[in-house]
């Protein structure tokens, strides 16, 4: 294995979800310059209705120009907030539906060589209707899909976001 050692961090840009720094590092003897995105991480989750269906959101994502299929998820509002306090909050603001269960599933990092982004992962059962809360930002359109069809869905290139793909693929591993 090689040697690395971090020689400086100089932050380059910071945005509202991310900043963005320039990282001088010593690789085995030599100098090198690598970009880092921090991150403060998210969750994400599967909402598995009663029927065993599951609820999906469909949003438009500025970063790729369209709009896309993905299992709820957001950003963590504190550093101290858990994973299941994240998602049982986005579950309900995106969906308008409360868990009355929540288990984590997996952890991803969807771009380890640049951004140390993570999001946990979990999956929410025995869903009780409550109310749809959007950010004056989102406009997200709530539909179901089984498990079946969503995996459909990722092989023909139809949903192509990772915690997506990871989520759904871990619940069909898991539950299925």
Known sequence: MGEFR???RELAYQGTIMKIYKDYVEVNGHEAVWDFFHHN???AVVPVTKEGKILMVRQYRNAIDRYTLEIPAGAFDTANESGAECVAR???EETGYK???IEWLITSRSMVA???EKVEIFVATDLIPSKQHLDEE???????YTIEELKEKIFRGEIED??????????AVKYT
């Open 90 to 92: 986005e579950l309900e």
């Open 162 to 171: 990772s915690k997506t793909v990871a989520g759904l693929m871990a619940y």
């Open 138 to 144: 989102e406009s997200i359109e709530l539909e179901e």
């Open 6 to 8: 971090r020689i400086k």
């Open 99 to 101: 868990a009355g269960k």
């Open 41 to 43: 991480g998210g969750a």
């Open 114 to 116: 640049f951004c140390n």
